[in-house]
């Protein structure tokens, strides 16, 4: 007995100890890995749990987002932009779009000197009586021939107690191309027509049986304008956005995300800058700005691109006759009746409302105890 005292004993060590120990092993190494940059938006990696997670660009992206990714990734591989992560494991989608908004705003001020550098000539500010009687005239030109006048408004925000304070309209039609931004609400450090004076002018106008308005989500605009008096309802002949919902409902109906995912069939594709972008989402922002000429140029790429994407809608709804009945058949009808129930809203019998609030009430309690 005294000899084994001194004998180790070594235990067996069976395959579900090295199943485990190698297990062990391989969560450690999966752990510790630290991805590639090429794996992160390229191919791939394995987590910890040894699931593949994959690449940015092997997630479902939006055409938008998909251009921002690719400006970050063009920027840090360029040196403009740091990863914000110790780790690449950290570095996500969503880590990566929140980025972009680092970059959009370190770049912000260099492309807004080069949207004022290269504005277009046919954009103005119209705040002199000359500048307006150039607008009253091309507003009597557009209803004599016929032609589609594209329309925005600029407002201090959403809610039904916000106003305008200023609007856009671009003409296209026997070789004439101008678009005009009217600020009337701006801070008073600008040069600007009064609210009363522009409304004067173009109360008649706008509301001129037979005048063609283009714009998109057309009864904001009109719910707005009827606050200033003018009421354009039955002038609205197109409205961009309920148009493209008749095309394909199941896209985004906003103006810039028409405009990214099909400018390039109708030769407007935008890369601008969006109002969020530019003005930090704050309608004073906008009104406020020290640049007019940057408001001009925002409120008059609007209207330009309204009546191009009314172009191109159009063009499309002519090859598929059906979609052109059921638009201007149904769609645009619509809009007036739907506008005129929301301009005389409905009456709330509040009494009766208490009432069946307890009647409510008992059903809910019975229904808890079933």
């Known amino acids: 007995m005294e000899f084994f005292k001194n004998v180790r004993v070594t235990p067996d060590i ?27 938006w390229i191919t791939g990696y394995p987590t910890t749990t040894g699931k593949h997670k994959n690449g940015i660009f092997q997630t479902k992206i939006t055409p938008k987002d998909k251009e921002r990714l690719i400006e970050v990734k063009t920027a840090i591989e360029a040196g403009q932009l740091g990863m914000g992560v110790e780790s690449l494991k950290k570095f996500s989608k969503a880590h990566a779009l929140n980025l972009y908004k680092v970059l959009a705003e370190s770049r912000k001020q260099d492309i807004i000197a080069g949207y ?78 009064s609210r009363g004076f522009v409304m004067k002018k173009l109360k008649p106008l706008l509301e001129k049986k037979g005048l063609k308005l283009v714009l998109h989500n057309s009864k904001f605009d009109a719910h707005m304008l009827i606050k200033d008096g003018i009421n354009i309802i039955k002038n609205i002949y197109f409205d961009t956005m309920i148009a493209h919902s008749v095309l394909n409902e199941n896209d985004e109906f906003g103006l810039k995300a028409i405009a990214t995912k099909y400018g390039k069939y109708f030769g407007f594709e935008d890369k601008s800058l969006s109002f969020g972008e530019l003005f930090s989402n704050k309608p004073e922002a906008f009104y406020n700005n020290e640049s007019m000429e940057l408001c001009t140029y925002y409120a008059c790429k609007d209207t330009h691109l309204t009546l191009k994407v009314f172009m191109w809608q159009l063009s499309m709804m002519q090859q598929q006759p059906k979609l052109l009945e059921v638009y201007f058949g149904y769609e645009q009808p619509l809009t007036p009746v739907v506008m005129s129930m929301e301009l005389t809203g409905f009456e709330l019998d509040l009494a009766f409302t208490e009432l069946y609030k307890e009647e409510l009430s008992i059903e809910v309690d019975n229904l808890k105890k079933k």
Not at 23 to 30: H, I, P
Not at 147 to 172: H, M, P, Q
Request: glycine share 6%; hydrophobic share 35%.
């Open 14 to 40: 069976n395959g579900d100890t090295m199943a485990r120990v190698s297990e062990a092993q391989k969560r450690k190494q999966l752990k510790d890995y630290e991805p590639t940059w090429e794996e992160v």
């Open 116 to 193: 004022l550098t290269n504005m277009p000539e046919n954009y103005h500010t119209v705040n002199t009586k000359e500048g307006m009687s150039w607008v009253v005239s091309l507003l009597e030109d557009a209803h004599a021939a016929g032609a589609e006048v594209a329309l925005d408004t600029e407002t201090t925000g959403v809610e039904w107690w916000d106003k305008t304070v200023g609007l856009s309209l671009s003409f296209e039609f026997n070789g004439i191309e101008e678009h005009f931004y009217i600020p009337y609400g701006h801070c008073e450090d600008h040069v600007q027509l």
